[in-house]
Structure formats: C-alpha cells, structure tokens
C-alpha cells in the first residue's frame, strides 16, 4: 500500500489536462472581454456615426431666416433615421437625438436667434450593451456610450477649376477691365496664377483641370487652400482643351473625359505683351489692343463669333471662374479669403518649361457662375 501511494504521488501523467482545465476559466474570461469589448467599441462607432449624420442634417436649416433653430430641431431628429445593431439594453434599434441635447452656435459663442445661428451640436442618447461572456469574470455590462457632433456650414463655389490668380496692385496700375490681356506667371512677377487645393495629390489636380465634368469641385468662399509642390506634368492636362484626336493622349485615366474646346484657335496677345519689352508695356495687365483684333471686340467675342450658334456656355472649355487672391498671399498653406471670383477666357495654350509656366488670359468680367455655382456646404467641425 505504501508503495502504491509512493508511485501515485510521482506520477506525472495527465499533468497537462489538469492544467488545461483549470486555465479555462482565464481563457473563455479573456475571449470573453475581447469578445465584448469589440460590440462596445461597434456601439461607440454606430452612435458617433448616428451624431454626425444628424449635425449635418440640422445645420443644412441654417439659412438665416425665421424658424431655422426649429427646422434644424427636426432635421435632425428625423431627416436621417439611424439605428443600432448592438446595443441589448432594451431601448430599441432607433437611436434618438432629444432635442434637449440639441443647441445653436455663432463661430464665436451661444446662439440666441435664427439669424446668427451658423452652428448645431447634437447629442444622442446613451445606450449600452449587456455583455455575453464577460460576466463570468463578474461584469454584466458596458458603461453607458454618448456621442456628440458639432457641425458648421459654409458658401462655396462649385463646378470650377483649382485654379487663382493673384495680382501686387503695387506694380500694376491698370485694371482687369473686361477685354484686356493679363499674363501671368507660376513663380515669379507681378501677375501669377498657380493652383487650389483640388484633394489628393498632383495627379487628382490634373484630372480636375483636364476632365470635362467639374461637378463636386468646391472651393469655400471663407477660405481657399494653395497647392504647392505640383510637378509640371499638371499643365498638360489643362492643354487637353486645345488638344484633338490622337494628342488626346494627356487625358488622366479614371473616368473623366477631355473634350477639346469649341474652337481651339490660339489668338495673339495684346500688342504691348507681343512686343515686349521694346513697347511702353511693362506690365502684366494689357490695354486690350491685340493683332487682329476687328471692330474693338475682344479675343472671347471673336472666338464666340467663331463657333457661331453651336456655342454652350455651359460647355465652353476656354471660359473659367478663376479666385482672385491677395498677392501677398501666394504662398500660404493657411486658407486664403479670395477677394472676388473673375471670369476668364484661355487665350493660348499654357506655355513654358517647370516651374516656369506662363498663361495668357482675357477678363471678360466679374464671376457670373461663381454666383449661380455657389452652395452652401455643412462640414464637420467635431
């Protein structure tokens, strides 16, 4: 018997499934925690995203005018119906925004009237979930979950190209009078023009020059970003306007098309530039007198004339709403107010090598599309 009793307490066999079983406990109360914790993270995620979609939806009401705190009340609580898939905590899917949790803001402080109402913040109901596993280690559910948006909205000018121009009223005495020529350099002078910020890289701000459709290009009234950094090749999606047939080839890939402009003619540059600098001009902003110019019209009428009855304002590749920016701020990487919109026409193609690029261009007025292109754009600010 004592010998029996010797050799059972030295034997090792089946030493692994004891601990196997007694190590369960910890194993299924971490899978457990990890298991329910992933569902409170999901939660968390569903009601940020239910906050947000119902600050976007209020602050669209902010117009300015009589009830707008009510409509933005109602919009959002019901313009967007979200639900949640795993809160089980009794409350239902619907995930609900009081309209106690609902409150108006200025850029500057509370907001007391519809009028200077610009901004929403939203709260939702806090929800929880009760956990499946992980009250084995004694926890039965989550902390209750809330979420809150704050949403603003500004103008903006849509379906125009990222493009600005910025003239040093130090050196150019001559105004952009419908008519007269203005050369503008990439880098250095007294007239330049340079690109906006289109999203993306160099590659997306050529495709947003050269494609046909500019349908969603935004540019905010308050605040227009500068690109820098953008290699040449970008000039060459813009030239697609005046390019035909099997010169198509600088055309980016990825759905957009570039068709060339009505007229493709290059027409010659005020007198004063052509000759440049044997003439008087020594500035960037012509006079309006150009080699072949009929009657006192301008390069964009002529060119007009050209097309005859076929012409489209809405599909004239050559005329642009271009931002007129401060010149002193060219190099900003902060958004930039634009001092006004202006309506170009593409006299020649863009020229040059590098950064030492150069477009001519005609004004031909004020921005009438930027006005009727402009849209009020809600953003999320938190």
Known sequence: MLRFIWRLKKDESAAVAATVALSLFGLIAVGGIAFDYARMVTLDTELQNAADQAALAGVTQLDGLSGARARATTAAQTLVANKTRLSNDGGGSAVVVPTASISFFTDTGAAGTDTTATRVKVSVTPRSVNYALTPITGLLSSPNLGASALAGIQSAVCNVPPLYMAIDPTAEARPLNPGVGVLLLNEEGSSRFGYLDAGGGGSDLK??????????????????????????????????????????????????????????????????????????????????????????????????????????????????????????????????TPTKWVDVFIVRAMEGNGNKMRLYVEIIGDSSSATSGRRDVPYLIE
């Open 207 to 336: 495709a947003a020059l050269a494609w046909n459709d500019q349908t969603g290009l935004c540019q905010r009234v308050g605040g227009v970003t500068v690109k820098s950094g953008v290699n040449a090749s970008v000039e060459k999606g813009f030239n697609t306007r005046f390019q035909t047939g099997n010169d198509q080839k600088d055309c980016p890939n990825g759905g957009g098309t570039c068709t060339p402009a009505l007229n493709i003619t290059e027409y010659e540059m005020d007198t004063c530039h052509l000759n440049a600098p044997i003439s008087p001009c020594t500035q960037k902003i012509g006079d309006g007198v150009w080699v072949g110019q009929m009657g006192g019209r301008s390069r964009y009428q002529t060119y007009k004339d050209a097309i005859g009855s076929n012409y489209n304002f809405g599909s004239d590749r050559r005329r642009l709403t271009v931002a007129l920016i401060p010149f002193g701020t060219v190099s900003n990487t902060t958004p930039v």
